[in-house]
C-alpha cells in the first residue's frame, strides 16, 4: 500500500510540472512567400499589454468598444501610457461589414438584407464604427476606428468574409470580379488590413504578436 501510494503521489508530481510547461514550442519567425499580404502590422504591436478582439458579428460595433474600454481602464487602473497597450481588432464572418465606410452603406443595403437594426428600431443605414455619431458624449470620441488606428490601434478584415462584400457589388452593379472586387476596396475604411481569413488573423496575433485573445462580439 505505502508503494502504490508513492506512486501515485509521484504521477501527480509529474502530471503537476507538465502541466505547467508550455503545451507548444513558440512559434517561428516566418517570412510571407510573397507580397499578397500586408504582414507589417505584426511588428507595430509592441505594447507590454497585448489583446486581439475578435469580432466574428456584428453587435453594433460593441467589438471596438471593448478594445478602446480595455485600455481606458487599465489607465484608470494602473495608469499605463497608451504606448504601454496594444490592441488588434479582428473583423471577420458576419462582422465584416463593419469595415465598410458610411458611403458604401448609403448605396448598398447592407442594413435591411442583413437585419441589421439601430436603436431606433430602423434599419442601419451607416456603420456604427465608421464615425462618431452626431451628439455623442465626449466618452465616446475615441470609439470609431480612424480614431482606434490613429491611437495606435490595429484593425484587421477577413478576406474571406469581404468576398461577400464583393459578391454584392458585382451584383448591385453588374460586374466582373475583378471590376467588383477593385471598386468593394475603394470601401473600406483607410487603414483596414485585410487578411487571408479572419481565423489566420487571431491566430497570428496571439502566436507571432503575443496577444491575449478575448471574443468580443
Given at each position: 500500500m505505502?508503494?502504490?501510494?508513492?506512486?501515485?503521489?509521484?504521477?501527480?508530481g509529474?502530471?503537476?510540472?507538465?502541466?505547467?510547461?508550455?503545451?507548444?514550442?513558440?512559434?517561428p519567425?516566418?517570412?510571407?512567400?510573397?507580397?499578397?499580404?500586408?504582414?507589417?502590422?505584426?511588428?507595430?504591436v509592441?505594447?507590454?499589454?497585448?489583446?486581439?478582439?475578435?469580432?466574428p458579428?456584428?453587435?453594433?460595433?460593441e467589438?471596438?468598444?471593448?478594445?478602446?474600454?480595455?485600455?481606458?481602464?487599465?489607465?484608470?487602473v494602473?495608469?499605463?501610457?497608451?504606448?504601454?497597450?496594444?490592441?488588434?481588432?479582428v473583423?471577420?464572418?458576419?462582422?465584416i461589414?463593419?469595415?465598410?465606410n458610411?458611403?458604401?452603406?448609403?448605396k448598398?443595403?447592407?442594413?435591411?438584407s442583413?437585419?441589421?437594426?439601430n436603436?431606433?428600431?430602423?434599419w442601419?443605414?451607416?456603420?456604427?464604427?465608421?464615425?462618431t455619431?452626431?451628439?455623442?458624449?465626449?466618452?465616446?470620441?475615441?470609439?470609431n476606428?480612424?480614431?482606434?488606428?490613429?491611437?495606435?490601434?490595429?484593425?484587421?478584415?477577413?478576406?474571406?468574409?469581404?468576398?461577400?462584400v464583393?459578391?454584392?457589388?458585382?451584383?448591385?452593379?453588374?460586374?466582373q470580379?475583378?471590376?467588383?472586387?477593385?471598386?468593394?476596396r475603394?470601401?473600406?475604411?483607410?487603414?483596414?488590413?485585410?487578411?487571408?481569413?479572419?481565423v489566420f488573423?487571431?491566430?497570428?496575433?496571439?502566436?507571432?504578436?503575443?496577444?491575449?485573445?478575448?471574443?468580443a462580439?
Amino acid at each position: 500500500m505505502t508503494i502504490r501510494r508513492r506512486e501515485f503521489l509521484g504521477s501527480l508530481g509529474t502530471a503537476s510540472v507538465a502541466a505547467a510547461l508550455p503545451r507548444t514550442a513558440a512559434a517561428p519567425v516566418l517570412a510571407p512567400v510573397g507580397d499578397t499580404w500586408d504582414m507589417a502590422w505584426a511588428e507595430r504591436v509592441k505594447g507590454k499589454y497585448r489583446a486581439v478582439f475578435d469580432s466574428p458579428g456584428f453587435s453594433n460595433g460593441e467589438a471596438l468598444f471593448r478594445a478602446v474600454c480595455w485600455s481606458q481602464d487599465y489607465k484608470t487602473v494602473y495608469g499605463t501610457n497608451p504606448q504601454d497597450m496594444s490592441a488588434v481588432l479582428v473583423i471577420r464572418h458576419e462582422g465584416i461589414w463593419l469595415a465598410m465606410n458610411d458611403a458604401f452603406w448609403k448605396k448598398y443595403p447592407v442594413g435591411k438584407s442583413n437585419k441589421l437594426k439601430n436603436d431606433k428600431g430602423g434599419w442601419f443605414d451607416r456603420n456604427p464604427i465608421a464615425s462618431t455619431s452626431p451628439g455623442a458624449p465626449p466618452d465616446f470620441a475615441d470609439m470609431n476606428i480612424p480614431k482606434f488606428i490613429s491611437n495606435g490601434g490595429i484593425v484587421l478584415g477577413c478576406n474571406l468574409a469581404f468576398k461577400g462584400v464583393v459578391a454584392l457589388v458585382k451584383k448591385e452593379n453588374k460586374l466582373q470580379d475583378a471590376e467588383a472586387e477593385k471598386l468593394a476596396r475603394t470601401y473600406l475604411i483607410p487603414g483596414v488590413i485585410l487578411q487571408p481569413s479572419g481565423v489566420f488573423a487571431v491566430l497570428h496575433a496571439q502566436q507571432a504578436a503575443g496577444c491575449h485573445y478575448i471574443l468580443a462580439s
